[in-house]
């Protein structure tokens, strides 16, 4: 679930316009493993929050952009 979720906050951070449909997917995705009972709804919230943590750390911080000497 947090592979899923990353993925569309990625594509959510670039802009695209098919972030709203990535979006529903990871929702969906995170439906289906419920409905399934292959997850409870915690590990649903912890995918959404470590999907979270890696977006912020690697995708939401400014690149450094170094000057070539």
Known sequence: MA??????F???GEG???????LAWAVL???STLTAKQHYVVDG???LLLAMAVW???YASPSV???RV
Request: aromatic residues 10%; without cysteine.
């Open 10 to 12: 990625a594509v959510v």
């Open 3 to 8: 592979t899923a979720f990353l993925s569309a």
């Open 56 to 58: 912020a750390l690697f």
């Open 65 to 67: 952009s170094r000057s």
């Open 29 to 31: 995705i995170w439906g």
């Open 45 to 47: 919230v912890a995918g």
């Open 16 to 22: 695209n316009r098919r972030a709203p449909a990535l």
